[in-house]
């Protein structure tokens, strides 16, 4: 089986690169931007760079492929979304057999979230493709959150516009495991949630990360224009303010309270634990 992976340069798609390289019955394609340093992919991993901006290079990339892991593009939305559509067509085109895609918790074109949106829209363009898929719908990321919480760490206190609201956090490497073991079976045509074992609050998730830490910390919500103006003025670039701001409005929606068995199904394993990722990362 030929298998192709997009974003294999990131933490993700290399990860999932990693997961499928190791098997004997695949042929693993790194699709990247850009050429990357020796010893950054596996040995027998062939390389083909093709960026998402590039429809000529993604159909090179994707031509005798069986599988397609679609890992998304980053960036605005509307650029993302451009990308993904070309990253369908050319699948499309080359006749892929079956596109496991990465996709959220809350894809949903009436989230506040700008990546739910854009998520719900990829899943559509690939539903109306005709070509086979099958959606791994990922929570929030434990390592993602972490860089909130590291901060946390230092000053005792978590300060997020997130209310009341849950999060079913998941580690990165659970999502890569779900990714390859999607793409090794046949199109299911349908989302499996994949999430962490436990939905919590930023109150619970502060006081986990206090004990795997041993640190104090503190969850206080602060209104959401006072997270906007205390980002802004830490220099972060605009878009991902805006990026952050609609995501924590989806997260006091309750868009990421959920907790589903699909990874257990797939994978036959557990979900990891934010505690277990914290006290690992101690």
Known sequence: MRIAVTGAAGRLGGRVVQLLADRADVDVVAMT??????????????????????????????????????????????????????????????????????????????SPFCY??????????????????????????????????????AT?????????GRISLVARDDVARALAALAMGEPTGRHHDITGPESTDLAGIASIA???????????????????????????????LYAFSSMFASVREQRWDRVRDDYAQLTGHLPLALHDVLLANK
């Open 33 to 110: 931007r850009r050429k990357l340093p020796a010893g950054a992919i596996p040995p027998q991993v062939e390389v083909a760079v093709a960026d998402y901006a590039d429809p000529s290079a993604l159909r090179a990339a994707l031509e005798g492929v069986d599988t397609l892991v679609f890992v998304s593009s980053d960036g605005p939305d509307a650029q993302m979304l451009l990308h993904h559509r070309n990253v369908v067509a050319a699948a499309k085109a080359e006749r892929v057999g079956h596109v496991a895609a990465l996709s959220s918790v809350d894809a949903d074109t009436a």
């Open 210 to 240: 206090a004990e795997a830490w041993e640190t104090p910390v503190a969850y206080v919500d602060i209104p959401a224009d006072m997270y906007c103006v205390e980002t802004a003025a830490t220099g972060l670039d605009p878009w991902w």
């Open 156 to 164: 005792g206190l978590l300060r997020l516009p997130a209310a009341d």
């Open 116 to 153: 739910a949106v854009v998520n719900r829209l990829t899943e559509d363009l690939l539903l109306a493709s005709g070509v086979p898929c099958s959606f791994a719908r990922a929570s929030l990321y434990i390592e993602f959150f972490q860089g909130w919480l590291t901060e946390a760490r």
